[in-house]
């Protein structure tokens, strides 16, 4: 399937997913990396409860997304486009850190943008769900009830196709404008290829 048919297919997964859109969300509160990376939960060395380790260690384009804010590139951007700076500006942190997960949420004392898109990026902020989803009725809890709770399940093809193109295509709270590319912003990268890198290199799965 070629690149212009599969951002096509993206698109219309996206609308169809309207109803999902972070507008629509409540504001749940923001735990931070440091609270999933413990080795009793998703910090251990396997597969399954090995997941913070292998985003730690491998997926470093996500990790240092805040700390490329710092760079020259973004310092000449960032002056071009009269900014203050690009690491305090809300369009820059939309895609460079995990605060647009819930801009407007309470952040737990252990939360932190350095950790730049953290795991709150794409399962969404874990205040109201962190301590249940370590039960054992979480797995059979509904998704409408977990996404209430603020989760983003993954698995579903519409939830995982919104929250990567989101950034990597673009969105009506992170678009990389002509304004941007002009003052210097690069290529954004692919969603479906960053994708399917992390499956097939580290054999990262979807939190259930």
Not at 107 to 121: A, I, M, P, T, W
Request: with cysteine; net charge neutral; charged share 20%.
């Amino acid at each position: 399937m070629s690149r212009v048919r599969i951002s096509m297919l993206f698109a219309g997964l996206l609308a169809l997913s309207s109803p999902l859109l972070a507008n629509d969300r409540p504001a749940h509160g923001l735990v931070g990396v440091a609270g999933c990376t413990a080795a009793s939960c998703h910090g251990g060395n396997s597969l399954n409860g090995g997941e913070a380790s292998a985003w730690l260690a491998r997926d470093v384009t996500h990790r240092r997304a805040y700390n490329v804010l710092f760079n020259e590139t973004s310092v000449r951007m960032a002056k071009q486009l009269g900014l203050k700076s690009a690491h305090t500006d809300a369009r820059c942190l939309a895609c460079h850190s995990t605060d647009s997960a819930a801009p407007h949420g309470q952040k737990g004392e252990r939360f932190s943008l350095d950790f730049g898109v953290g795991c709150e990026s794409c399962h969404g902020a874990a205040g109201d769900w962190i301590s249940r989803h370590v039960e054992r009725t979480w797995r059979t809890l509904p998704t409408e009830s977990k996404t209430a709770l603020g989760f983003r399940d993954l698995r579903l093809l519409t939830d995982r196709v919104e929250t990567c193109v989101a950034c990597h295509v673009g969105s009506p709270q992170a678009t990389v404008d002509h304004d941007l590319i002009a003052a210097g912003h690069p290529r954004l990268t692919r969603s479906e290829e960053h994708t399917s890198e992390l499956q097939s290199r580290f054999g990262i799965s979807y939190a259930v």
